[in-house]
């Protein structure tokens, strides 16, 4: 069964500039949640989203944002990007909503912004 | 809040030894603690998954333990070999899940050097 999947794999983009991020969850995995990685913060959760719906949401302001299509795959959108949005931004897959089962990641798509 | 901890922040062993890391939690109403690895610029993978009524589960030469009541865990790493060498990361769950910002919550993980 293929992975999570995410594109693109890196970016460099400008402050000021707005970016999509894409991920394809395992297939028949209906939940799909989003991490930003940093070497201060670590790992922090930003959203969650199952069925299309939006279920949780970390501390971020909303320059983050996120959808998901009917076939579960996911995106985030991070607007008027700032120079601390530089990070590597993960997506998990679950097949049930919520963390009480197992997460499987992506590789991660790693944004650069100047 | 959640706040999880990891303990030693970096390690490096000479291959063959027989290693522990450690990680802590405040919060004990926890639904589950999962042990991943991380690969310089890569994803993570998920080892071992403990569920907060189980103490311990084992995968080849990796064996986690729980104890919530205490907000411990710990991962055993045998024979280490240079393979193992990467970040190794814990997280849990929150009990309660679909209330807010219910997320896995992380450490800042261990990062482990195998010399060979």
């Known amino acids: 069964k293929a992975g999570v999947t995410q594109t693109p794999r890196y970016l460099i983009k400008t402050r000021g500039q707005q970016v999509t991020l894409s991920c394809s969850p395992i297939?028949?995995?209906?939940?799909v949640s989003w991490y930003q990685q940093t070497p201060g913060q670590g790992l922090q959760f930003l959203f969650e989203?199952?069925?299309?719906?939006?279920?949780n949401k970390g501390n971020f302001p909303g320059r983050f944002s996120g959808r998901q299509f009917s076939n579960s795959r996911s995106e985030m959108n991070v607007s008027t990007l700032e120079l601390g949005d530089s990070a590597l931004y993960l997506c998990?897959?679950?097949?049930?909503?919520?963390?009480?089962?197992?997460?499987?990641f992506g590789p991660g798509t790693r944004l650069t912004v100047t | 809040k959640q706040e999880v901890t990891q303990i030693p922040a970096a390690l490096s062993v000479p291959e063959g030894e027989n290693l522990v890391l450690n990680c802590s939690f405040t919060?004990?109403?926890?639904?589950?603690l999962q042990w991943f690895r991380q690969d310089p610029g890569k994803g993570l993978t998920s080892l071992l998954l403990?569920?907060?009524?189980?103490r311990e589960q084992t995968s080849g030469r990796l064996n986690a333990s729980l104890d919530k009541s205490s907000g411990r865990s710990t991962l055993y790493i045998a024979a280490s070999q240079p393979g193992d060498s990467a970040t190794y990361l814990c997280a849990v769950s929150p009990m309660y899940s679909g209330g807010g910002a219910d997320g896995l919550t992380f450490g800042k993980g261990t990062h482990l050097i195998i010399q060979p």
């Open positions: 998990a897959s679950s097949y049930r909503a919520g963390v009480v089962t197992e997460q499987y």
């Open positions: 403990i569920q907060s009524s189980q």
């Open positions: 989203y199952f069925s299309e719906t939006q279920r």
């Open positions: 297939s028949g995995h209906r939940s």
């Open positions: 919060d004990s109403a926890i639904y589950n």
